[in-house]
Nanobody
Framework: QVQVQESGGGLVQAGTSTRLSCVSS????????VSWFRQAPGKEREFVAG????????TYDDSVKGRFTISRDRVRHVVYLQMDDLKPDDTAIYYC?????????????????WGQGTSVTVSS
């Protein structure tokens, strides 16, 4: 059974930084794109950032561009989401998502595996 596990997050103050990590029980990260999505209370899940299998293509939602950085360590099979200059609007459950293909996806119907999510709460 494949498991995708996020870690990091928690309660942070506005203007500070935190980093999320995503690992998989099976080496999916060698050939698959990985995305981060988030779901705020009372809102739909939305795309945040994505990285292709080799890190060659990276995309961000406009709401986080310039503040968040997605990266991957291909040796340790970990994908990171560095979140800087956090804002209260960034408060959400953050999900790691493994794509069915080598590129990251903004579409939830193309996600093959989801993590359970990790909570980030940004206080003002």
């Amino acid at each position: 059974q494949v498991q995708v596990q996020e870690s990091g997050g928690g309660l942070v103050q506005a203007g500070t930084s935190t980093r999320l990590s995503c690992v998989s029980s099976r080496n999916l990260f060698s050939n698959n794109g990985v995305s981060w999505f988030r779901q705020a209370p009372g809102k739909e899940r939305e795309f945040v950032a994505g990285i292709s299998w080799n890190g060659g293509t990276i995309t961000y939602d406009d709401s986080v561009k310039g503040r968040f950085t997605i990266s991957r360590d291909r040796v340790r099979h970990v994908v990171y989401l560095q979140m800087d200059d956090l804002k209260p609007d960034d408060t959400a459950i953050y999900y790691c998502a493994v794509s069915r293909s080598a590129v990251a996806t903004r579409r939830m119907d193309v996600v093959q595996y989801w993590g359970q999510g990790t909570s980030v709460t940004v206080s003002s």
